[in-house]
């Protein structure tokens, strides 16, 4: 099965999107003539698997390499790097280039700046006296398709630059982005922000259209009618619980990479021994399609009744006689044998985490911290976690879901909490507790929370949640409704203005823009309303929405995003971007930082 996902029935044509950067990179490569090396660095190799088949690259005559300490080892004489612009990188390349002078070899060398070149890569080249033997050049990936319904930014850091290094430069690449997409897909006439990061990203979109405006024609044909900013810091509570959805449990347990997942060959019943194999996890799966957003419980019954179906079709076939048009039927159902098998494997190898006691016992502490129903359960919860030295990256996430529940922890507790912590795991940890309370994610309590009124105002909670057959977006964390999905539900219906009271009380500004030049374009409030017409584009596709997430957004989210969008009277298909994809660990571990 296809590493790269099929984007067939994407909304919108995120395949064009996609033929650009593959023609982009091809270009690059063919204009250096000959034999040569692309060394790239490992995390880019990643982005670059969900726009070009390797096979492909290797049909120009090129010998690919992984960025590393070590030099490049290669009989070409020419080397081209592909690299973010990253200071640290160009000190590894500067190293490689020295280790062939030192040996005598004649290499012609090239860097390729993903997506823009920086200055203050290029003055750590011209330091270290290589600079002059570089040819430099950018390649403009701003935007990686990663699903039909899903783009990516790839940026890893984003929410941590902002929030603790106060480096914007990932916001500038967001706006960078989309005024990219505006620009194969028209302008977008509805822009509404709500948090810090996003509005500012709303207002680099602003500057961009003054300095590089569009020709009227852009504007007449929008495919997206509105976009929706929002950032990760409005809802820090949603990525801290543990998803409930297959593919959120997939992420959360096996972790989800560029679309895949990569574990022991044993567990998808293949015998080699300690052999890892990958698991491509994406739309082109018709069952993962089907089952990627069911609560993990259904998935089970789901792979049941299909297999059980599949038993009593094969003991008709055996025993009664079947005409040739039941034959061909049969033969089609035995073509989906193989993903059956793959995902009642994963769904088994998913079932030996979730039905660990401790598993259960998070669960529960994550609903009672939602509920605000007994803080001192809570805090000894968490005392005890880290007396027994639990993981930190667990311990630190249920305290930041605690610590965010509560606007902060009191003065006495935070102390405590704070002295045990670099008890038991080291005073090295220093660093990692002082960026989270930079962030404002594990900090002293300095006014009263105001987590309740927004959980009653919102229906955070929904009693009786039925997982089967869900009636509200509650289902993905099994009584919880996410937060920022909350936000995007209202954004859509009614806009800002209706909930102006409610987003006061979420961190950041909020801003709802209407560019100008759009007098004919359908009014966002009225989207909602079907019979007028409006919900759809002329070629008769449904209006579109994208939801962008600043800082990052999880798979659960996402579900319920398709969720919504699935739903009776609903007049539009939802697109979403995102920084990167993230969960509640890997959000924590960018945070992580050791002294010495």
């Not at 950067?21 to 880019?44: H, W």
Request: net charge negative.
């Amino acid at each position: 099965m296809a590493q790269i996902p099929n984007l067939d029935n994407s909304p919108l044509n995120l395949k064009a999107l996609r033929e650009q950067s593959q023609k982009d990179l091809v270009k690059i490569l063919k204009d250096i003539r000959g034999k040569k090396c692309l060394v790239i660095e490992p995390k880019l190799g990643g982005s670059l698997s969900l726009i070009i088949q390797t096979s492909l690259l290797k049909e120009y005559g090129i010998e690919l390499r992984h960025l590393s300490a070590e030099p490049v080892q290669t009989d070409c004489t020419k080397v081209v790097y592909l690299v973010p612009s990253q200071r640290d990188l160009m000190k590894s390349i500067s190293s490689h280039l020295h280790d062939d002078i030192s040996k005598g070899l004649q290499r012609e060398y090239y860097i390729y700046f993903v997506p823009r070149r920086e200055i203050q890569c290029e003055r750590i080249l011209e330091e270290e006296k290589v600079h002059h033997l570089i040819t430099i050049g950018e390649y403009p990936l701003y935007v990686v398709p990663v699903d039909e319904d899903i783009l990516s930014f790839e940026l890893d850091l984003a929410y941590k630059q902002c929030q603790v290094d106060g480096d914007t430069g990932s916001l500038w690449h967001i706006a960078k982005a989309i005024h990219k997409l505006e620009s194969t897909f028209g302008v977008i006439p509805n822009v509404r922000a709500k948090g810090k990061a996003s509005v500012l990203v709303s207002d680099i979109l602003d500057r961009m259209h003054t300095e590089e405006p569009m020709n009227s024609s852009d504007m007449a044909l929008s495919e997206i009618n509105t976009l929706i900013l929002i950032d990760r810091e409005v809802d820090m509570v949603t990525p801290m619980c543990s998803q409930l959805t297959y593919e959120g449990l997939l992420d959360e347990f096996l972790r989800i990479n560029n679309g895949s997942v990569e574990l022991d060959s044993s567990i998808m019943g293949v015998q080699q021994e300690g052999k890892k194999m990958k698991v491509p996890l994406n739309s082109s799966d018709k069952l993962f399609k089907e089952i990627r957003d069911l609560n993990f419980e259904v998935v089970v019954q789901v792979l049941r009744q299909k297999a059980t179906s599949m038993k009593q079709d094969y003991t008709e076939m055996t025993t009664t006689n079947q005409t040739v048009s039941e034959l061909k039927d049969f033969v089609k159902k035995l073509n989906s044998l193989p993903e059956m098998t793959r995902h009642i494997n994963l769904a088994q190898h998913l079932s030996t985490f979730t039905s660990k006691p401790s598993f259960l016992a998070k669960l529960d502490m994550e609903h009672t911290i939602i509920e605000t129903s007994s803080y001192d359960i809570c805090f000894d919860y968490i005392e005890e976690m880290i007396h027994k030295q639990e993981p930190l990256v667990n311990v630190l996430r249920l305290l930041i879901l605690f610590s965010v529940t509560n606007s902060g922890l009191p003065k006495k507790h935070f102390d405590y909490l704070r002295r045990e912590l670099l008890h038991s795991y080291g005073f090295e940890h220093m660093a990692t507790l002082n960026n989270l309370e930079k962030a404002g994610l594990l900090k002293k309590q300095e006014s009263k929370s105001n987590w309740l009124t927004v959980k009653r105002a919102l229906q955070l909670v929904v009693e009786d949640t039925d997982t089967a057959n869900p009636n509200d977006i509650a289902y993905v964390f099994s009584g919880y409704a996410p937060l920022s999905i909350r936000l995007v539900q209202h954004a859509v219906r009614s806009g800002w203005r209706a909930m102006e009271e409610i987003l006061k009380l979420l961190p950041g500004p909020h801003t709802e823009t209407k560019r100008l030049g759009f007098a004919s374009s359908p009014s966002f409030a009225t989207l909602q309303g079907a019979s007028n017409g409006l919900d759809k584009i002329a070629d008769g596709r449904r209006s579109l929405v994208l939801v962008v997430f600043v800082g990052g957004v999880t798979f659960a989210e996402i579900a319920a995003l398709r969720f919504l969008s699935a739903q009776e009277g609903m007049a539009y298909d939802l697109i979403i971007g995102t920084t990167k994809m993230v969960n509640g660990h890997s959000l924590v571990e960018t945070f992580l930082e050791t002294i010495g």
